[in-house]
């Protein structure tokens, strides 16, 4: 069973559309993450929700809207496509709390933006 | 704000070479440390982790100690093995926080 498991795996669109991935953890964590690494392995936070409430909202462009329907659950919708956005979207979860909290990753949505 | 800079790569070694990569960070505060992999085609794993200064953490050969008066997280390993051919992050996250912020990423890549 995937501890946490995006879809879909791979995406290839046009300039303008609207497009969805979708996310869910079985790990039982409170929080969950959206990560984007460009084409250079970079790797930047996006969003963050701790019990369906957002507690990390990076500068990122309001095209993008992450949705938490449950704890279990983070979903990243996003509008009017552009080239930029082309990348590998992450989806992580986690406890909340202090000391070292560990990242559970799943394995990346490749998004292509033709 | 909080950054971590690690060497960059790509870093080829033969099998049973030694690997050293360098990870400074700048962080208020006491951060705890970590590395992750990323495997070819894979998502990130936790390599291993260290929460405070001295700490010495350790997996699957690897080690890295958090040393506190350099800033630094250096990972090491003695032997590397094919396998070992991934991206490496080093990463750190606030003691308040949940926010995990990376490295550029080092690619290793092990001839055998």
């Known amino acids: 069973d995937t501890a946490v498991s995006q879809t879909p795996k791979y995406l290839v669109t046009q300039m303008g559309n609207d497009k969805s991935i979708k996310c869910e953890q079985n790990?039982?964590?409170?929080?969950m993450y959206w990560y984007k690494q460009d084409s250079k392995k970079f790797l930047k936070i996006m969003f963050s929700?701790?019990?369906?409430?957002?507690?990390i909202n990076e500068t990122v462009p309001n095209r993008f809207s992450p949705k938490s329907p449950d704890k279990a659950h983070l979903n990243l919708h996003i509008n009017s496509l552009e080239l930029g956005d082309s990348a590998v979207y992450f989806c992580?979860?986690?406890?909340?709390?202090?000391?070292?909290?560990?990242?559970?990753f799943g394995a990346g949505s490749r998004l292509t933006v033709l | 704000g909080d950054s971590v800079t690690q060497m960059e790569g790509p870093v080829t070694l033969s099998e049973e070479a030694f690997l050293t990569i360098n990870c400074t960070y700048t962080?208020?505060?006491?951060?705890?440390l970590f590395w992750y992999v990323q495997y070819p085609g894979e998502g990130l794993q936790l390599l291993l982790k260290?929460?405070?200064?001295?700490d010495k953490g350790s997996n699957k050969g690897f080690e890295a100690t958090y040393r506190k008066e350099t800033t630094s997280f250096h990972l090491e390993k003695g032997s590397v093995q094919v396998s070992d051919s991934a991206v490496y992050f080093c990463?750190?996250?606030?003691?308040?926080?949940?926010?995990?912020?990376f490295g550029g990423g080092t690619r290793v890549l092990v001839k055998p």
């Open positions: 992580a979860s986690s406890h909340r709390g202090p000391g070292a909290n560990v990242l559970t």
């Open positions: 790990l039982g964590h409170d929080t």
């Open positions: 929700y701790n019990n369906k409430e957002l507690i």
């Open positions: 962080a208020t505060g006491y951060p705890s």
């Open positions: 260290a929460t405070k200064a001295d």
């Open positions: 990463a750190l996250m606030r003691a308040a926080g949940n926010k995990l912020t």
